[in-house]
């Protein structure tokens, strides 16, 4: 079983659709959550982090972090056909990321 | 936020030779720089922990001797790929931990990335 599980799709979606993307993990020693956008071609940047259970909001994104069932979310509001791209959630132990596989999305106008 | 750069962007050999990538801090100083591995549609495997001034840490079935990395000064971090062969094509991307932000978990500043291809 790999430490971190995400879908990885083709996910598509139409222009304006609020989209979700998951991830589950195994290790409840991970800190922090991360999401990290990445286009073709491209290194990924980073979108949202997080520490601990919770939500957090950064204008059209929303990142929700469960610990107790080891499974984390971002959101995208009125996804927009710039998102499209490969997201990938991350999660920092000692220092390293340990990366999920990427969920590709395509938002169609 | 901080920005990481890589050279070359895309680089094609031939099977055998040796090819060198950079990966830069340019407005930070990275005491610990890490190198990636990504194969197409797939997500970024961890190769190496590099510590400037010291040894790098090798991940698990990375071959120390293959993927040479140096990390001579604080912006500044070489791969080496010796002995290219076709199976090594792949995209690799290394990222500069700030030391400023450590512990607050967005510490990581990724580069645009290195696409080998070995002929």
């Known amino acids: 079983q790999k430490e971190v599980e995400q879908d990885p799709g083709p996910l598509s979606v139409p222009e304006g659709a609020i989209v979700s993307l998951n991830c589950t993990y195994s290790n409840s020693a991970f800190q922090y959550f991360m999401w990290y956008r990445q286009y073709s071609r491209k290194g990924p940047e980073l979108l949202m982090y997080t520490y601990s259970s919770g939500n957090k909001e950064d204008g059209r994104f929303t990142a929700q972090v469960d610990k107790s069932s080891k499974y984390i979310s971002l959101f995208i509001r009125d996804s927009q056909p710039s998102d499209s791209a490969t997201y990938l959630c991350?999660?920092?132990?000692?220092?390293?990321?340990?990366f999920g596989q990427g969920t590709e999305l395509s938002v169609k106008p | 936020g901080a920005v990481v750069s890589q050279h070359p962007s895309w680089v094609i050999c031939k099977s055998g030779t040796s090819v060198k990538i950079e990966c830069r801090s340019l407005?930070?100083?990275?005491?610990?720089m890490f190198w990636y591995r990504q194969f197409p549609k797939q997500s970024l495997m961890l190769m190496a922990t590099s510590n400037e001034g010291s040894k790098a840490t090798y991940e698990q079935g990375v071959e120390k001797d293959k993927f040479l990395i140096n990390h001579a000064s604080l912006t500044l971090s070489t791969l080496t790929v010796t002995s290219a062969h076709p199976e090594d094509s792949s995209f690799y991307i290394c990222?500069?931990?700030?030391?400023?932000?450590?512990?607050?978990?967005?510490?990581?500043?990724f580069g645009p990335g290195t696409r080998l291809t070995v002929l």
């Open positions: 990222s500069a931990r700030d030391p400023g932000l450590a512990g607050v978990g967005n510490e990581q500043f």
């Open positions: 407005d930070f100083q990275a005491t610990t």
């Open positions: 991350a999660m920092s132990q000692g220092g390293k990321l340990i």
